[in-house]
């Protein structure tokens, strides 16, 4: 019986109010004289039961479509079907009471929703009585303890307001809102002395008015005297005095201590920071500031496996707080060999797969000069495998930034590379070229965390210029003048507390600037293969080998074996719905779609696909695994058939 009930029970959670659950009990005997029970369940269900009236008895303050809205905008994915959902109807009481309450109704009760089904029709109607009770007013609101220009100012922010139904939910809040005000007003030491007392909100016999009699002590402003620093023992108090932003006879206010303890914390070099005033019985008070320095040096050493670069070993070496200005330099490194050679090209799938490295040297100081700017410069050289051939590469750049806000960054970068290409499959891509850049970006980031965010988006826009001016190379036929621009867009869209629309653009033109031709009808330059737009990284659609999305069907080659003369595009859409199943695992479906193109943009030629994602969060990102299938397979220049799908291991990029 217990049986029974509990599978009717669950049955009704989800709509289905008729079913009917038999079980039956069968018995045997095994070869060794054991009795086996065996327990048969029969279950007869009918189709959902829909609600097809919501009505409201009892509201006047309310309409019938204020409360039927309400209804809906809260309800469960059931509710929202008109499917029965008792569960919901139940929670939704609670939530009309509290609307009602809002609204200054404190007396006022909802009983439990009626269902009534009528059998003739097979309808159901759901009805919620209400009783409104009457409403309290507020009928004074006072705060005493400070200017009257202030208290008039400070009660035209809260919600209770004279006049208006007395709201005891938001009167909590309201408190807190004076309480910030004046702390921010100057009056850092200003506390409410009557939280706790039963006369801060005074009722009349009927219930239908309230007093309201805030009691502050507000105190003199304070002022700032002095900056007294504790616990530095490398780092210099110019640095923290540069980031907590307090002069001597600066106005101290709640939201400038937060902000100094902030931007002490987001230095990374202390494990713990405390700001506060010293004394509150004067207009002038000195700042004491405590900060516990980390361990300035880390080393690394992180071993992995890519799907696309094999085994992969990476090691870093950081060294923060040089000069006590905090100064940071690294070295990273990263060593891999592929197992798999499918993304080079058919000629080169026999070769020998090379050791792979990618080390850079980096020197990063904030506040240069005592400006607002930030340094950033970086040696690097690497060895990398490409579709057509392998390069050498040898990097020196600078890079400046400025952040005009929290959000909102731009920079500089210029930039020296020393390109090397071997093993080329077409003697035009073997050789050496320089490429000397300059590239201003941009960069908005509204996003509520930078790894795995569930809400707000980032946009980033960047426009590379690779000029002799910039001591790129030129002479006949090996001149490099190009600009490359790249927006990219990431949009996140919480849908409920558990799951969330992530959805990613990224568009990119790139033109040839030496694009002239000699007596001989040979053009000036071209843009270095090693610079042409390719989907990798971050631009990859998922279940495309790399061979199958750089592949241009036009020319029956990948791009890399195409000299881009005049323009290039690059494309790239992702939709991905993610389910939060707990905090540190996350499931999604992805639609991915994208392309490069040569000369000509063509919409309808975007390669496409979809797939399942399974993320495991981690503190430096995502750890994805990702399957998607295409859309539309093709056949490659061989006439064979692509590959139904392909699965992507990697740390989240997106």
């Known amino acids: 019986e217990n049986l029974k009930s ?40 009918n189709k959902r039961v829909k609600f097809n009236e919501l009505l409201f008895v009892g509201n006047n303050y309310f309409s019938n479509k204020e409360l039927r809205d309400f209804f809906f905008t809260e309800a469960s994915e059931q509710a929202a079907s008109n499917i029965l959902d008792q569960k919901y109807f139940s929670s939704f009481s609670a939530l009309l009471k509290e609307k009602y309450i809002k609204a200054g109704f404190l007396s006022a009760t909802i009983d439990k929703p009626v269902t009534f089904y009528d059998y003739s029709t097979e309808k159901m109607s759901v009805t919620f009585r209400i009783r409104e009770g009457s409403k309290t007013k507020v ?42 005000y004046l702390k ?42 002095d900056i007294i620093i504790i616990g530095n023992q490398k780092t210099r108090k110019k640095l923290i005095l540069r980031e907590v932003k307090l002069e001597p006879g600066a106005l101290v206010t709640s939201s400038k201590i937060e902000h100094a303890q902030a931007n002490l914390l987001a230095l990374g070099i202390f494990s713990s920071v405390q700001i506060k005033p010293v004394t509150q019985n004067s207009t002038k008070t000195d700042i004491l500031v405590f900060v516990r320095e980390k361990d300035f040096g880390l080393v690394e050493f992180s071993p992995g496996l890519r799907t696309d670069l094999g085994f992969k070993v990476g090691a870093n070496i950081n060294y923060k707080n040089l000069d006590g200005m905090n100064k940071r330099v690294s070295f990273n490194s990263v060593i891999n060999r592929r197992f798999d050679l499918t993304d080079l090209a058919e000629e080169r799938k026999d070769s ?50 400025y952040d005009f806000t929290r959000w909102f960054n731009i920079s500089f970068r210029q930039q020296i590379e020393s390109v090397s290409q071997f093993n080329a499959i077409q003697d035009s891509n073997h050789g050496h070229f320089q490429i000397g850049s300059f590239t201003p970006a941009l960069k908005i980031d509204l996003r509520n965390r930078s790894i795995n965010p569930t809400s707000g988006a980032e946009f980033t826009l960047s426009s590379e210029y690779a000029t002799p001016l910039f001591f790129s190379q030129s002479g006949s036929g090996s001149t490099i003048n190009y600009y490359k621009l790249v927006n990219r867009n990431k949009f996140y869209i919480p849908v409920t507390d558990h799951s969330v629309v992530a959805i990613s653009t990224s568009y990119g033109i790139q033109e040839n600037y030496a694009n002239n031709r000699n007596d001989n009808n040979e053009v000036e330059g071209y ?37 881009i003369t005049n323009r290039a595009y ?85």
């Open 6 to 45: 509990i599978i009717e029970e669950k049955y009704k959670t989800l709509g289905y109010s008729f079913t009917n659950a038999q079980i039956s009990i069968k018995k045997n005997i095994g070869r060794n004289g054991d009795i086996n029970y065996y327990y048969y369940v029969d279950i007869s269900v």
């Open 139 to 180: 009928e004074s609101f006072k705060i005493l303890g400070i200017p009257f220009d202030q208290e008039k100012l400070l009660k035209n922010k809260l919600t209770n307001k004279i006049g208006l139904g007395f709201n005891p939910i938001a009167f909590q809040d309201d408190l807190k809102l004076i309480n910030n």
């Open 184 to 225: 921010d007003s100057g009056y850092y030491f200003s506390k409410i002395l009557n939280t706790k007392s039963l006369g801060i909100v005074e009722y009349n016999s009927d219930d239908t008015m309230v007093k309201i009699n805030i009691e502050v002590e507000a105190g003199p402003k304070i002022y700032v005297d």
């Open 352 to 401: 020998k797969s090379l050791i792979e490295f990618d080390s850079s040297l980096n020197f990063l100081e904030d506040k240069i000069f005592n400006s607002e700017f930030d340094l950033r410069l970086s040696l690097s050289k690497s060895r990398k495998r490409f579709y057509a051939y392998d390069v050498d590469l040898q990097r020196a750049a600078y890079t400046v930034s």
């Open 527 to 563: 843009i270095p293969p090693i610079r042409v737009f390719r989907l990798s990284g971050s631009d990859i659609i998922r279940g495309f080998e790399d061979t199958e999305m750089n592949y241009l069907a036009d020319e029956g080659k990948d791009i890399s074996e195409v000299e």
């Open 570 to 654: 690059m494309v790239n859409f992702k939709l991905e719905p993610r389910f939060y199943l707990s905090d540190t695992t996350v499931f999604g479906v992805f639609y991915d779609a994208g392309r490069v193109f040569v000369n000509d943009f063509e919409a309808d030629e975007l390669r496409s696909s979809v797939g399942l994602s399974f993320k495991l969060v981690t503190p430096v990102g995502t750890l994805d695994f990702d399957y998607g299938i295409k859309t539309l397979r093709k056949r490659d220049s061989n006439g064979n058939l692509e590959n139904p799908g392909k699965l992507h291991v990697s740390i989240g990029f997106f």
